[in-house]
């Protein structure tokens, strides 16, 4: 997907889930185009950063995450747009 620069949405979002799930939710996030785990720790924690066209795209961005089996919170922490 190309982003249209004036209408980028940057977010970061922060995910916790079980930590014996946390490998493989790191490897299901990164799947997801125009996405980026930052950061994560082995307690479950993760920092992942969005670039999105619309605020809608976070949001099925945020629904994905949430469905995966292990997934115990998601929530955007941060959010900007354009630039």
Do not use: R, W
């Amino acid at each position: 997907m190309s982003i249209n620069i004036e209408s980028v949405h940057i977010s970061s979002l922060v995910v916790y889930c079980l930590p014996e799930k946390l490998n493989s939710i790191i490897d299901f996030t990164s799947t997801i185009e125009n996405v980026d785990v930052a950061m994560h720790d082995i307690s479950g924690k993760l920092i992942v950063v969005l670039e999105t066209e619309t605020e809608q795209d976070i949001l099925s961005v945020i629904d994905q995450i949430q469905a995966v089996k292990g997934v115990l919170t998601v929530t955007m922490v941060y959010h900007e747009q354009g630039c």
